[in-house]
């Protein structure tokens, strides 16, 4: 089956301290992997998507992610947390034969001074 | 519009009432999508329309869900004799064509008393 799982649902971490959100995917082919954000009252903002190429990939408000086809893994870095960056974040896969979107359940990110 | 736009923000329906659901997506994509997000879920996807063609309606939980695009822009998602579980968060995304970035609406908010 086809999914996205993301196995931390709540994370807390320092105002300038470094960030990581995991998330794992299965697909038998290379999927089309992408983080998005979103807060309190507001939709759902990509901050970056990973189709093909460079397994690094630099996305909005500073976050960058890596894809790691060994570990089956999109994790999302940030190295300086600030407190505006606190939400949900979701990890999103599409496999690359069809259109479906599969969202994991979604980590909740507090930031605190 | 600038964005993706939906209506009404929040509905709240009784029990076996019919509801209607609306999109705007952005002018000139040509894919439209429909997710269901449950209360501290990610979304769940229920359905994809290319231009006017539902291309994907795998994702609706049941036959009281119907969608239509029937010019190509605006969508509607119809529930039919509510039910309870069928409060949540309905989330419209547009895309400028197919496997593009998604683009979110704010999302509207059902709650079925």
């Known amino acids: 089956a086809q999914s996205v799982t993301q196995p931390d649902i709540h994370i807390t971490v320092s105002e300038g301290a470094s960030l990581e959100l995991r998330c794992n995917y299965s697909y038998g082919a290379t999927p089309y992997l992408f983080w998005y954000v979103q807060s309190p009252g507001q939709g759902l903002q990509l901050l970056l998507k990973?189709?093909?190429?460079?397994?690094l990939v630099q996305g909005i408000k500073g976050f960058e992610a890596e894809f790691k086809r060994s570990q089956s893994s999109f994790n999302l870095r940030k190295p300086s947390v600030h407190w505006s960056d606190a939400a949900e974040y979701f990890c999103a896969g599409e496999r690359n034969t069809g259109n479906q979107f599969y969202f994991g359940t979604g980590t909740s990110l507090t930031v605190i001074p | 519009g600038a964005g993706v736009s939906q209506s009404p923000r929040y509905k709240v329906a009784k029990r076996g009432q019919d509801v209607a659901l609306r999109c705007d997506p952005i002018?000139?994509?040509?894919?439209l999508f429909w997710y269901q997000q449950a209360l501290g879920q990610g979304p769940e996807f229920l359905t994809y329309?290319?231009?006017?063609?539902?291309?994907?309606k795998s994702g609706l939980p049941s036959d009281r869900f119907f969608a239509e695009r029937p010019e190509g822009s605006v969508s509607t998602l119809k529930i039919q004799r509510t039910q309870q579980e069928d409060s949540a968060v309905y989330l419209c995304?547009?895309?400028?064509?197919?496997?593009?970035?998604?683009?979110f609406g704010p999302g509207t908010r059902l709650t079925v008393l």
């Open positions: 002018s000139g994509h040509v894919s």
């Open positions: 329309f290319q231009n006017e063609a539902q291309l994907d």
């Open positions: 990973y189709f093909s190429g460079d397994t």
């Open positions: 995304a547009s895309s400028r064509q197919v496997r593009d970035e998604q683009f």
